[in-house]
């Protein structure tokens, strides 16, 4: 990602309905009690910043170098007010997550991917590769656009949010609107208990999916 596009997805998400379904999102997820949280293709660092002050030690990766710079950036300039938990952030890739989660954190409690499934070549491999990573009775938490994720949609919904940046829905409604992930591909995971959310007026999904110990 070029530091043109790093910024423009930091405008993104700043939009205030971006920023309350993103926590809202983390907020499904147990208090954090320093647990390990690792976000996966953070971008600008929000949901990493979010899992942080959820109470875990949150670790934002992404092989974009622009992007892992202003996420610390952002990081840093949050983390003086005292209130606030810092983020950590890395330049890395999907394939380089489980030895990561392995030798680092010893396998994440929660492994998150918000946006970054539908943007992949194989899907079906990059969720085996989050899935990896998290630990028994730990969780996976994926966000993305649902069905519903579509101009007319977000368009009706414009009057439902903030003033403030409401072209960004209709920007990313028009981007991801025959991009969507399958919610079928979820059923690989093996000894999983997932749960489904609807966020933002349908127009967006999320998955908390737990490891289960196996038998």
């Not at 647990?35 to 949901?47: A, N, Y």
Request: net charge positive; with cysteine; hydrophobic share 50%.
């Amino acid at each position: 990602m070029s530091a043109m596009s790093a910024k423009l997805f930091n405008w993104l998400q700043a939009a205030p309905f971006y920023m309350d379904l993103h926590r809202q999102a983390v907020q499904l997820l147990p208090i954090g009690d320093q647990k390990s949280w690792i976000d996966v293709g953070c971008g600008p660092g929000l949901v990493t910043r979010f899992a942080a002050q959820h109470g875990y030690h949150a670790l934002g990766i992404d092989p974009s170098v622009a992007s892992i710079a202003m996420a610390t950036v952002i990081a840093e300039n949050l983390a003086q007010n005292p209130t606030q938990f810092k983020a950590q952030f890395r330049v890395a890739d999907l394939s380089e997550l489980t030895q990561l989660a392995s030798n680092k954190l010893g396998a994440a409690d929660v492994i998150s991917a918000c946006s970054l499934l539908a943007v992949l070549p194989d899907r079906a491999q990059a969720l085996m590769q989050l899935w990896a990573a998290v630990k028994p009775n730990g969780y996976l938490l994926i966000v993305e656009p649902s069905s519903q994720m579509r101009l007319r949609n977000a368009w009706s919904c414009l009057h439902q949010i903030p003033k403030k940046r409401r072209c960004a829905l209709l920007l990313w409604s028009w981007a991801r609107q025959n991009n969507i992930v399958d919610e079928s591909i979820f059923q690989r995971l093996n000894h999983a208990e997932i749960r489904t959310y609807s966020l933002l007026f349908g127009l967006v999904r999320a998955w908390v999916i737990r490891k289960e110990k196996r038998l």
